[in-house]
Every structure is written in C-alpha cells, then in structure tokens.
Nanobody, 124 residues
Framework: EVQLQASGGGLVQAGGSLRLSCAAS????????IGWFRQAPGKDREAISC????????YYADSVQGRFTISSDNAKNTVHLQMNSLKPADTAVYYC?????????????????WGQGTQVTVSS
C-alpha cells in the first residue's frame, strides 16, 4: 500500500521557519519524484517545489525561490521541505505527492499519490 505521511506543520510568526517532512512507503522511492503543493482557502492547489529522487534535480515556484529548500533522505524514503522567512501569504495546507515522472513536474495531474496534508499558519 502506497503511503505518504506529511508532518511538521504548525503555527509560526512571520519571518520564522518550519521544516516539513514527507515519509514515503509502498513504492520504489528512487523511481519517483516527490512534490510539495499547497492550497489556501478559496484558491487552487499550487506546486511549490519538487525533487527528482533519481538525480536530485529540483524545482521551486517563484513565490518560494530562495526561501524554501527541498531535500531527500533516500535511506529513510523521506523528503524534507525547509521553509525559512515565512510570510502570512505562505499560510495553507501543504501536501506532498509522488509522481512516476521521475524527473518531476509542477503539474498536479502528474502526481499519482498524495499525502493527507499538514497545516501551516504564519501570523503577522
């Protein structure tokens, strides 16, 4: 059974940091890309970062470039998203997802498996 378990969300003040983790199981981790998405109330789900487990290539949305860092711990089948300099606009439910397109994608439809989401709230 494929499982993606997202964790690490919480309440933080603007300028603070959080580290999200996505623990994966039930599939061959190295053959997939892992993406992080977020969805704020009333808005579409947007891709913010992804990483190709096979070759380490990464993608960042313009809105998080320079503030967020994605990394993978292949020994633990886990992907982390380090979020620094957080802004109130970063408030959303954050989801991790796995894509068979091993090079990664920013498209929601490219991801076959989704975790349950973790809430990130940034206060001003």
């Amino acid at each position: 059974e494929v499982q993606l378990q997202a964790s690490g969300g919480g309440l933080v003040q603007a300028g603070g940091s959080l580290r999200l983790s996505c623990a994966a199981s039930g599939f061959t981790f190295r053959d997939y890309a892992i993406g992080w998405f977020r969805q704020a109330p009333g808005k579409d789900r947007e891709a913010i970062s992804c990483i190709s487990i096979k070759d380490g290539r990464t993608y960042y949305a313009d809105s998080v470039q320079g503030r967020f860092t994605i990394s993978s711990d292949n020994a633990k089948n886990t992907v982390h998203l380090q979020m620094n300099s957080l802004k109130p606009a970063d408030t959303a439910v954050y989801y991790c997802a796995a894509s068979r397109y091993a090079t990664g994608s920013s498209q929601v439809g490219a991801y076959q498996y989704w975790g349950q989401g973790t809430q990130v709230t940034v206060s001003s």
